[in-house]
């Protein structure tokens, strides 16, 4: 059983930036691969990072490349999210998901286990 809980979110002007953590309790943090989706009101939640056990890859979905960076640290059992040149459609709530694999996916359904969300909202 893996608990996860986000941390950072807040509001910022377009253009700013916040790094966003997730704390995960439980045991073999580093046989995980973890991500970080986002959702807003009536869509669909959407994939927008994710990393390998020991730190392979990070992939990332295409309106965030150059702007975002995910890492992870296996000391600390945490991943984080660095935010840069926020634009205000970047505005949701960010989760993080974690399951135990060594490939990275996109899919929600993939995931055994999710955070409470974190809200990011931007503002013009």
């Known amino acids: 059983q893996v608990q996860l809980v986000e941390s950072g979110g807040g509001l910022v002007q377009a253009g700013g930036s916040l790094r966003l953590s997730c704390a995960a309790s439980?045991?073999?943090?580093?046989?995980?691969?973890m991500a970080w989706f986002r959702q807003v009101p009536g869509k669909e939640r959407e994939f927008v990072a994710g990393?390998?056990?020991?730190?392979?890859?990070?992939a990332y979905t295409d309106y965030v490349k150059g702007r975002f960076t995910m890492s992870r640290d296996n000391a600390k059992n945490t991943i984080y999210l660095q935010m840069n040149s926020l634009k205000p459609e970047d505005t949701a709530v960010y989760y993080c998901?974690?399951?135990?694999?060594?490939?990275?996916?996109?899919?929600?359904?993939?995931?055994?286990?999710w955070g409470q969300g974190t809200q990011v909202t931007v503002s013009s």
């Open positions: 439980g045991r073999a943090f580093s046989r995980y691969i």
């Open positions: 990393i390998g056990p020991t730190g392979v890859g990070p």
């Open positions: 998901a974690a399951r135990e694999n060594t490939q990275i996916f996109r899919g929600v359904q993939m995931y055994n286990y």
